[in-house]
């Protein structure tokens, strides 16, 4: 065996030493990936406890001011995981936090009334007593 060439021994010794490296990295790439689908996101937390209007009240939010309704949900997403909010949000609730914050945030409503066994939007109704 000439002095310049490794020895098998050597070699495989590397390779082990490589393969070992790129299990590590493997691992560790695995772990945070996996850390990563458990925590859900700041949305789906707030979303999971909205009520009655609530979640077109976020979507009307968010349409109209994109970072600060995301700001506003990462902040209400704390506050649930750590218990503070612990019961639902319903829309009335969320559209006086949003507008309570300065949000200018339109919902469109509708006044409705039961007529003959049927809901009948109220501008209906007084168009035809016109």
């Known amino acids: 065996m000439s002095s310049g060439e490794p020895s098998a021994d050597t070699s495989d010794k590397d390779l082990e030493l490589i393969r070992a490296r790129k299990m590590m990295e493997l691992r560790k790439r695995m772990l945070k990936q996996m850390e990563g689908e458990k925590k859900p996101d700041p949305r789906s937390i707030v979303a999971s406890r909205l009520v009655d ?15 600060e309704t995301r700001l506003l949900v990462k ?11 612990a019961g639902y949000i319903t829309g009335g609730e969320l559209l006086t936090l949003v507008r309570t914050l300065g ?8 006044i409705s009334i039961v007529e003959a ?3 009948v939007p109220l501008a209906e109704k007084l168009r035809r007593k016109d």
Request: charged share 30%; hydrophobic share 40%; glycine share 8%.
């Open 75 to 85: 902040k209400l997403a704390e506050l649930i995981e750590n218990g503070t909010i």
């Open 53 to 67: 209007r609530g979640l077109e009240v976020l979507e009307a939010a968010e349409r109209a001011y994109p970072e």
């Open 103 to 110: 949000l200018r945030v339109y919902i469109e409503t509708t």
């Open 117 to 119: 066994g049927r809901l």
